[in-house]
């Protein structure tokens, strides 16, 4: 108990206090700071004194500096920021082939049915030179559009790709930064305080790391956090960060994810990265947009072969698939078709001027005004290109009994005839026995409802299709398989007649007495490579493709086998609502990210945030008390002063 | 729940941005005149409405075929009409020469008269529109008909198959009428070749052969219904055009009606919408202000 005791309470009390407001000027100084969370010095009574009258108070000293931090809504925040930043990419590489795909910037519909429309035209009038002049320059616009729509959607990935290699440096850098901080917390840490702004710095940058890809944390000894990836590879542990590298993938010449941990080992991670924007991206480049690249292919290709198909009967010709004579589009024979698609050699020469002869009208020899091929090709406009790489008719009690049904299918832009008296066997054995030229097999298979004639494709690129067919289509994907209605059994007659015409202009004849079976029989007899296959399955004929669409035009075969399709336009109308349902999944989601992100920010932000009401109140509160610590002062002066002159201390008046 | 400053500014950025992009969404909609732009939009009528406009487009081309067909119809009325009168004057030719009082004299400068009905109905035969002999089957960019004029013998040149037009999804019609159809087929269980029977009048009359003249009036005759049927064929084809033409009208007129359904914007509701949004809009601009001049910092001493 003394005076000087006051001294030193005063002195405590204006430490602490100005500790308070400097703490306090921290916070007003970060009140924008993305990650800082409000600190505040925790005041206590110093240790008191013993005394005769008992404790005596010594006055007051800052424990610790605390930070109002609730790591849990933290982590929700991280998480939840991986779904936010992958579905905020994917959002936008879908709006992207969206407008691609858009039909007010591609107009590939519109160039389409104009190409078949030209096609109608020169039917009106197979000899003029104008309208085969049109024919070609809209062949060549078609061409060019679907080229031009493949260029986007391979740029789109290309940049993707190149997103995948900044988001890969710029995870790198993150985890460096997180690795030298958990340095710096471990360093930083003092008795119960904690390294405050490294450790809201650190929360800071494992949320931009999660908003990457999936990540998991541990935090151990010294507060120093172990980072994973979601697959558990460890990204940083301690003060040492391993590094994703860039592996170029030989296949696809884009970039896959490598993880070289500490000692130099790369180990190929491209498929554990999930979530976050850089799984977002991987998925994109890779799966996505390549899914809408084979959706244009399989148009391209099945307009091409097929317009060829029958260009090739112009003048007299066969079709043959692996000739290019007589060919109205140029024959792909490597890479994509949407890609390459361009008008054949015939109708443009090397030079680009186009030969009008060439624009085949006729398949006559003679009758120079027949139109059968142009009203052939303008009738494909009609045409139902089946989804999926398998199609199958609606079941038919028998696969042996006559259809009574007359048309063709076609395969790979081959005709394959049906007639009155033919079975889905007949059919299946058609396709079967063409398929040296298209590689196409067809099958009969008996199942609990009843027999089907399923035809199998061998090969990527291989479509068939139904003209006046009578296959049903059970499947909206993008072609391989059609399948004929089902039959009761595979062995009697459909009472069919007509060809099968399978792949390079092959035909399997079909007779009345034929049955599921025999057709199926015929079309397997033939050893070839076009990839589509017939088979019966449920008594359905299945027309099975490797790769492309399926084509069935309009008329009485795709009316009586049950085949549901879509024209060209149709198809094409598919994938553009396809990538709008994806658009708009994506932005819902993202909007519900955002939504769930924006309610863990507002707990975070009512936590940690700081207040400038707040602070103030609390500056004037601290302030006060530093002022009437400071007053102790005068009064302790004071006091002393009144003592020195009662113990005769003489002061000069 | 304590309210941060830095969050509060967040919450007004966000309630703003949201506000003006659903402004702007209206706007374009309003200035397109659609209310679906793009396919996330509505993804099922932007899909279907790309069907309609494809099916507008085939449509519109179909009516195109249907119209050039029409043209066609009045060329084929127009020749088999000629060719009605010129063997309505055979016949009446044919009815005073069968008379056995007509002399040689007479019958001889008749022959002359139908040999240049032949060459009439040979010119009607090679009937030509644009480059198109319309009467030449499917080869029609050739004379149809040739006449050696030393015998009088027509050829035809053309084919009996004519080529056909697509007219609606599922349908071709004859895209002409060939020669053959015209100038040969069977009546009254007899079969007609109106250039055969006009040669042998010629002969016949030449000959002065009374009786084969006679005999001749009954071939005249069914020359003269067959091109009677064939008229009635045509006015037929012509009102088949005309109602698929009309058909064709109708499926445009609900093509148009069902794509307006479902892409145009209701200018209307669009308007209230924005209205309430603008509303909205000036609402959240006047609570920030107002929430913004709440603070400590208005009391406190500078």
């Keep these: ?653 | 729940m304590r309210v941060t400053d830095s969050f509060r500014f967040q919450t007004y950025t966000a309630t703003l941005s949201t506000l003006e992009s659903q402004m702007d969404t209206l706007t374009n909609q309003v200035a397109s005149g659609k209310k679906v732009l793009v396919p996330s939009d509505d993804p099922a009528s932007y899909a279907r409405n790309m069907q309609i406009t494809a099916e507008q487009s085939q449509n519109t081309q179909y009516a195109s075929n249907l119209n050039s067909l029409q043209a066609n119809g009045a060329y084929y009325q127009t020749s088999l009409n000629s060719i009605g009168d010129i063997l309505t004057t055979v016949k009446q030719l044919a009815v005073q020469m069968s008379s056995s009082t007509v002399d040689a004299s007479s019958r001889s400068a008749a022959a002359d008269q139908v040999d240049s009905y032949i060459q009439q109905l040979a010119a009607v035969g090679n009937t030509k529109v644009g480059d198109t002999y319309i009467f030449g089957g499917e080869k029609a960019n050739g004379a149809a008909y040739t006449l050696d004029s030393t015998t009088n013998s027509v050829t035809f040149n053309g084919t009996d198959n004519v080529a056909k037009v697509a007219v609606n999804t599922s349908t071709t019609v004859d895209a002409s009428i060939s020669g053959n159809t015209v100038f040969t087929g069977t009546v009254n269980g007899q079969n007609v070749d109106i250039f055969a029977t006009l040669q042998q009048f010629g002969n016949d009359l030449a000959n002065n052969d009374t009786a084969a003249v006679q005999a001749d009036l009954t071939d005249i005759g069914n020359c003269v219904d067959l091109t009677a049927n064939n008229l009635a064929y045509v006015g037929t084809y012509t009102k088949n055009i005309s109602s698929l033409l009309t058909t064709n009208t109708t499926t445009g007129t609900t093509l148009t009606e069902t794509s307006d359904n479902l892409v145009d914007v209701d200018t209307a509701q669009a308007y209230s919408d924005y209205t309430t949004l603008s509303t909205a809009y000036q609402a959240a601009l006047y609570v920030m202000s107002k929430a913004e001049s709440l603070s400590i910092l208005n009391y406190l001493p500078a």
């Design chain 1, 1 to 653: 108990m003394s005076i000087s005791s006051i001294l030193t309470i005063a002195k405590s009390a204006l430490s602490a206090n100005q500790t308070a407001i400097q703490t306090l000027s921290h916070n007003i100084a970060n009140v924008n700071t993305p990650g800082y969370s409000r600190q505040e010095a925790v005041l206590e009574e110093a240790m008191p004194t013993p005394s005769s009258i008992g404790l005596m108070g010594n006055g007051v000293t800052v424990r610790q500096i605390k930070s109002y931090l609730d790591q849990n809504i933290q982590n929700s925040i991280s998480a939840q920021n991986s779904n936010l930043q992958g579905q905020t990419v994917a959002g936008n590489y879908l709006t992207s082939i969206q407008s691609i795909f858009n039909e007010d910037n591609s107009n590939l519909s519109t160039s389409i049915t104009q190409f078949f429309n030209d096609w109608q035209t020169l039917s009106t009038d197979p000899t003029s030179t104008a309208d085969k002049q049109t024919v070609a320059s809209d062949g060549q616009s078609l061409s060019k559009v679907i080229n031009g729509m493949y260029n986007d959607l391979t740029s789109l990935q290309t940049q993707a790709n190149g997103d995948v290699n900044s988001a890969i440096s710029d995870v790198n850098t993150t985890l460096t930064s997180i690795a030298s901080l958990n340095q710096e917390i471990a360093q930083g840490q003092v008795g119960t305080s904690e390294a405050n702004d490294y450790i809201d710095q650190r929360n800071q940058l494992l949320q931009t790391l999660s908003g990457y890809m999936n990540i998991t944390c541990v935090t151990g000894s010294n507060n120093m956090v172990t980072v994973f990836t979601s697959t558990g590879k460890t990204l940083v542990q301690g003060n040492t960060a391993s590094q994703l590298t860039q592996v170029q993938n030989q296949q696809t010449g884009f970039t896959d994810v490598g993880l070289q941990d500490v000692s130099g080992n790369v180990v190929d991670i491209t498929g554990e990265i999930s979530g976050g924007s850089l799984g977002t991206l991987i998925t994109t480049r890779d799966t996505t947009i390549n899914g809408y690249i084979s959706d244009l292919n399989g148009l391209a290709q099945s307009i091409a072969q097929n317009v060829n198909y029958f260009s090739q009967m112009g003048n007299g010709g066969t079709p043959d698939q692996a000739a290019s004579t007589g060919t109205f589009f140029q024959p792909v024979t490597g890479g994509d078709y949407a890609e390459n698609m361009a008008l054949s050699d015939q109708i443009m020469d090397p030079s680009g001027n186009v030969q009008l002869d060439n624009v085949m009208a006729t398949s006559s020899t003679t009758d120079t005004t027949d139109n059968d091929v142009a009203l052939a090709i303008a009738s494909l406009a009609n045409d139902t290109v089946l989804g999926g790489n398998t199609v199958s008719s609606t079941p038919f009690a028998s696969s042996a009994t006559a259809l009574g049904i007359s048309g063709s299918l076609a395969v790979n832009g081959v005709a394959v005839a049906i007639g009155a008296g033919d079975s889905l066997s007949d059919i299946a054995a058609t396709v079967n026995g063409i398929k040296g030229r298209t590689g196409v097999s067809a099958s009969v298979t008996d199942s609990s409802t009843g027999y089907q004639l399923v035809l199998t494709a061998a090969a990527a690129g291989d479509h068939v299709s139904v003209v006046n067919g009578d296959l049903d289509a059970s499947s909206q994907n993008l072609l391989q398989t059609l399948t004929s209605t089902s039959q009761s059994s595979t062995t009697a007659a459909l009472n069919l007649t007509g060809d099968i015409q399978l792949g390079q202009g092959q035909s399997v004849t079909v007779s009345a007495s034929d049955s599921l079976q025999t057709v199926v029989n015929n079309i397997n007899g033939e050893i070839g490579a076009t990839g589509v296959t017939a088979s019966i399955s449920n008594n359905e004929l299945a027309l099975s493709n490797a790769s492309g669409p399926i084509t069935v035009p309009a008329g009485q075969v795709s009316q009586a086998l049950g085949v549901t399709g879509a024209a060209y336009t149709d198809y094409e109308a598919g994938v553009v609502s396809k990538v709008g349902e994806a658009v708009k999944s994506a932005t819902d989601l993202t909007t519900y990210s955002q939504n769930a992100m924006t309610s863990l920010q507002a707990q975070q932000a009512s936590e940690s945030g700081v207040s400038i009401d707040e602070e103030m109140s609390n500056l004037i509160q601290y302030e006060n008390a530093y002022q009437a610590a400071a007053r102790l002062y005068t009064v302790a002066d004071s006091l002393l002063n009144t003592l020195m002159n009662a113990v005769g201390v003489t002061t000069t008046t």
